[in-house]
């Protein structure tokens, strides 16, 4: 068969009607080598149709481990080891195309490709995975059906355990399903799975990071990174800053931060922010704010619309602090992080 976009092993979770509500996937590969491919449509054939597979049996598991082994150059230990462990409820999630997801079995795989740091946030197709994911009780046992948790919370009581209900929400936690190398995250209930988070980021107790949204290299984030915006390397979000997120925004436009930006603390942006730029505390700036450009001497060049500074680096954002109006003028210097504090071995 022709290459698989992207292919993994997991275990899953099922309701008590015997559906799949989640799944974890400890080494998702991205295009897989020909042999790989070949090897998964010997044994499930209606991948090649763009099928992802349900849970598979013993039999299943033992013949596609069979595959797998005679497979040289390649480390397929995570894959065997899960193969070969005789759990009941593992699922091979093959992705032919990068089509909108059908399954939650392929969301979940998506979702890890991101975390993996596999693909970058937009990069992959998720239309339509708000229908397909679940709302449910993460807790310390697992993820639950909402309607199911009332009983499993008196199951455990009865056991003598406490059940704790961690959130309610369609994404997990990203911690609980992979930590990637190089980071400090101090409140990982705030770093949903399918973030993007690049090697020296930091990300502090009020930081949030959102699915398909991330940090490309070393950042300090202290505030929100919202579903869909990416930040470059060396940026650092101050406290309670926000980025507006295209769903938040109900807007088309693709907010993003460039490298070496600074974000004052309370701040804002509402359009892509170019490299080496700085919006000072306080100051929230949307794509229709009215800026007024000043050059390096203070004195008005043009009035325009934010979104029109989009493609414009080295820019200082703040507001007038007599007549109150927005401006910005060129920087000499853009800002630079600490490499002790974000080199995170």
């Not at 598979?56 to 080891?81: G, M, P």
């Not at 090697?199 to 949204?213: C, P, S």
Request: a negative charge; proline letters at 4%; one cysteine or more.
């Amino acid at each position: 068969m022709s290459n698989l976009h992207s292919f993994a092993i997991g275990i899953a979770t099922k309701n008590t009607k015997d559906e799949i509500i989640e799944a974890f996937y400890p080494a998702p590969r991205l295009s897989p080598n020909q042999e790989i491919c070949d090897a998964i449509s010997e044994v499930f054939p209606a991948v090649s149709e763009g099928a992802s597979t349900p849970v598979i049996d013993s039999d299943t598991a033992r013949a596609l481990a069979n595959k797998l082994k005679n497979i040289a150059d390649i480390d397929l230990s995570a894959e065997l080891n899960l193969l070969q462990s005789g759990h009941t409820n593992l699922v091979v999630c093959a992705i032919a195309e990068d089509c909108p997801p059908k399954s939650i079995a392929e969301v979940f795989l998506k979702l890890h490709l991101l975390s993996h740091r596999l693909v970058l946030p937009h990069s992959i197709n998720l239309d339509g995975m708000f229908g397909l994911l679940k709302n449910l009780a993460w807790t310390n046992k697992g993820p639950i059906e909402l309607d199911e948790l009332p009983a499993a919370q008196v199951a455990a009581r009865l056991n003598g355990e406490f059940l704790s209900v961690d959130s309610v929400d369609k994404f997990p936690c990203m911690t609980n399903y992979v930590v990637p190398s190089g980071i400090r995250i101090a409140d990982t209930a705030r770093v949903r799975l399918g973030a993007y988070i690049g090697a020296g980021t930091t990300v502090m107790h009020e930081g949030f990071v959102n699915f398909n949204a991330g940090t490309q290299g070393p950042a300090m984030i202290e505030g929100r990174i919202s579903a869909g915006v990416l930040v470059g390397a060396n940026s650092d979000l101050g406290g309670g800053c926000s980025t507006m997120g295209t769903l938040s925004g109900g807007g088309k436009e693709i907010i993003s931060v460039g490298e070496h930006c600074l974000i004052g603390a309370n701040a804002g942006i509402g359009f892509p922010l170019a490299d080496g730029c700085i919006v000072e505390a306080g100051l929230y700036v949307t794509a229709g704010t009215k800026v007024q450009v000043l050059d390096t001497a203070g004195n008005l060049v043009a009035t325009k619309k934010a979104l029109e500074l989009s493609k414009q680096s080295d820019l200082l954002f703040r507001r007038n602090s007599i007549n109150g109006a927005v401006e910005c003028v060129p920087l000499k210097q853009s800002i630079s992080l600490n490499e002790e504090l974000h080199a995170h071995n």
